[in-house]
């Protein structure tokens, strides 16, 4: 089943290799004592720990937004890096 949550939780079971979301994982990593954990999760989680923030905080619309833009367009550009 596809969801915007399994998308991030998911992440780093198939895109080990994709650009785009090495580099956003290296990013989150770098604010990170560990660079491993991301609040509580490990970092190749980063993107549903965010969201699931901002829930927690009742910013839907932020939630909601961030969802967008960090969960499914990670995977979109994944897809069509996948068709090259």
């Known amino acids: 089943m596809y969801s915007l949550a399994n998308f ?3 992440a780093a079971s198939y895109m080990t290799d994709d650009p785009v979301y ?6 989150f990593s770098m604010l990170l004592k560990d660079g491993k ?3 509580d999760e490990p970092i190749g989680q ?7 923030d901002l829930f927690e905080v009742h910013k839907i619309d932020k939630a909601i ?4 833009i960090i ?3 990670t995977q979109f550009v994944h897809e069509l890096r996948k068709r090259d």
């Open 46 to 52: 980063y993107s549903d720990s965010i969201v699931n």
């Open 37 to 39: 954990k991301f609040d």
């Open 71 to 73: 969960n499914l367009w």
């Open 22 to 27: 090495n580099i956003c994982k290296y990013e």
């Open 8 to 10: 991030s939780k998911n």
């Open 65 to 68: 937004e961030a969802s967008l």
